[in-house]
């Protein structure tokens, strides 16, 4: 299997944009997360689906952030409009079991916003 | 809700040395605990996990981590580091089962000298 698949890998942007990162979890895999990690405030859980249903989405910084899971092999993190204070690093992660099954992250992509 | 914490923020050790990272949690019962590691630039992979039973846990790259309910512990440990060990570690805690989620500590980053 290629691992969990983030695209893009780097985006550079303009305040007030709007930004789409996109992630494919492992095939069979039923749970995926959002994660957010920055100097200050470390690695942060935005939202995680089970199933492809949004279970919790507490960490969800801001009603600028969004997140869908259309399929089990797809999920979009947006960011309309963005911020600077928006930069960091996202990273998306899938697992089998959400309680006790590794979580595997993909290579996370680097979002500046300008 | 469950939180964790990394005393050390960054560790240098000389490769051959031995290698012991902190991690304490709280928590009201006891959680899934986990080692991440994430080389620079890279996403985060699993070391080890621990959820019953021994409470000495064997992971990958030759280390270890030991739980103490007592102490609210799971040290991670390795008897000889290598300088490719050197990284950023982090420890986590998931506590599903009481509508917690999956909450990293801050990391320990890793320097090892030659």
């Known amino acids: 299997d290629a691992g969990v698949i983030q695209s893009p890998r780097h985006e550079v942007t303009e305040m007030g944009q709007e930004v789409t990162l996109r992630c494919k979890p492992i095939s069979g895999h039923n749970s995926l997360f959002w994660y957010r990690q920055t100097m200050m405030r470390g690695l942060e859980l935005l939202i995680y689906f089970n199933n492809n249903v949004p279970i919790d989405d507490s960490g969800m910084p801001e009603d600028r952030f969004s997140a869908k899971m259309p399929n089990a092999s797809f999920s979009t993190l947006k960011i309309q409009p963005s911020e600077p204070r928006d930069s960091a690093v996202y990273f998306c992660a899938s697992s089998f079991d959400r309680r006790t099954d590794t979580q595997y992250f993909g290579p996370g992509t680097r979002l500046t916003v300008l | 809700a469950q939180s964790v914490t990394q005393p050390d923020i960054h560790i240098t050790v000389s490769e051959g040395a031995s290698l012991e990272l902190r991690c304490n949690y709280s928590?009201?019962?006891?959680?899934?605990l986990f080692w991440y590691v994430q080389s620079p630039g890279q996403g985060l992979q699993l070391l080890l996990k621990y959820f019953s039973g021994d409470t000495l846990v064997q992971g990958i790259k030759g280390f270890e981590a030991e739980f103490k309910r007592s102490q609210s512990s799971f040290n991670l440990r390795k008897p000889s580091v290598h300088w490719s060990d050197a990284a950023e570690y982090f420890c986590a805690v998931g506590a599903w089962n009481y509508g917690q989620n999956f909450v990293f500590g801050p990391g320990t980053r890793l320097s090892v000298l030659p």
């Open positions: 928590y009201g019962a006891t959680p899934y």
